[in-house]
């Protein structure tokens, strides 16, 4: 019974950030397709590419190492 009551706090507290986030961003959702479209550039650059490809080896060594017990 507590699993369930932890459980269903957890969800009331995501339900009311997330719809707060939404009544926060939806005066700017009409503006979402055009901001999308000029970041797109960015998006399909070789430097972000290469950033995000390094971001994702750094992660999975950390757990590589956190896994090995060598701390």
């Given at each position: 019974m507590k699993r369930f009551l932890l459980?269903?706090?957890?969800?009331v507290v995501g339900f009311v950030v997330a719809a707060y986030i939404y009544m926060l961003i939806e005066p700017y959702l009409p503006m979402l397709p055009s901001m999308a479209l000029s970041l797109l550039p960015i998006f399909t650059s070789g430097?972000?590419?290469?950033?995000?490809?390094?971001?994702?080896?750094?992660?999975?060594?950390?757990?590589?190492w956190a896994y090995s017990g060598g701390w």
């Open positions: 459980f269903l706090a957890v969800a430097w972000f590419i290469a950033g995000v490809i390094g971001a994702i080896l750094a992660v999975l060594a950390l757990i590589a």
